[in-house]
Nanobody, 125 residues
Framework: QVQLVESGGGLVQPGGSLRLSCAAS????????MGWFRQAPGKEREVVAA?????????WYVDSVKNRFTISRDDAKSTMYLQMNSLKPEDTGVYYC?????????????????WGQGTQVTVSS
């Protein structure tokens, strides 16, 4: 079992920045890929970014956040991060971190085994 806890969300003005953290505990050695997802009110959950466990640290971003968001992970600290810059109102939503014991860290939510409770990000003027 793996437990994930997100933190770092909040209210920010358009153009501002936030850094989300996802702390993992439990059977952390079983974690392979990790990812960030978000869900806006009335919309389906969507993938934001994903990162692999391997040495290449392959990353993927949804088009709407490319060049603004950066996903990273520190396996020694069992923590994943999402640095969000140049935030827009459409970035508003609940952000969830996810981890998989078998998935390399891609974009399909059904491949992830563990999920955090989410942290609210609101971008508003």
């Amino acid at each position: 079992q793996v437990q994930l806890v997100e933190s770092g969300g909040g209210l920010v003005q358009p153009g501002g920045s936030l850094r989300l953290s996802c702390a993992a505990s439990g059977s952390i050695l079983s974690i392979n890929g990790m990812g960030w997802f978000r869900q806006a009110p009335g919309k389906e959950r969507e993938v934001v970014a994903a990162i692999s466990r391997g040495g290449r640290r392959t990353t993927w971003y949804v088009d709407s956040v490319k060049n603004r968001f950066t996903i990273s992970r520190d396996d020694a600290k069992s923590t994943m991060y999402l640095q969000m810059n140049s935030l827009k109102p459409e970035d508003t939503g609940v952000y969830y971190c996810a981890a998989s014991s078998t998935y390399y860290g891609g974009t399909y939510s059904q491949r992830y085994d563990y999920w955090g409770q989410g942290t609210q990000v609101t971008v508003s003027s």
